[in-house]
């Protein structure tokens, strides 16, 4: 049991991260405060991935006014999470 609230506490955590920055790139925060910091540092390694891998597939996404990798990124950790917590079970 402890094991799986840890993965789920650690991908809860990582989504609220990612809505969290979704939500501040609307208001345009001060990107040399520390907490804007830590919440882009954490969820770059994920979001960046998904960005480059869509630039490949659809080239004219790099010019595109919209980043739908915050909702691929949710997706897929959602689907990682389901798949963990299965295979431990």
């Given at each position: ?36 910091r830590f ?46 917590i299965m295979?431990?079970?």
């Amino acid at each position: 049991m402890l094991i799986y609230r840890l993965i789920n506490l650690i991908f809860d955590l990582l989504l609220l991260l990612i809505i969290i920055r979704v939500l501040l790139s609307w208001i345009r925060p001060d990107p040399y405060n520390q907490l804007v910091r830590f919440i882009y540092e954490a969820t770059e390694p994920i979001l960046a991935p998904i960005r480059n891998g869509i630039s490949v597939l659809i080239p004219a996404y790099r010019n595109m006014p919209v980043d739908f990798s915050p909702i691929i990124a949710i997706v897929l950790l959602k689907l990682l999470r389901n798949i963990i917590i299965m295979l431990l079970w």
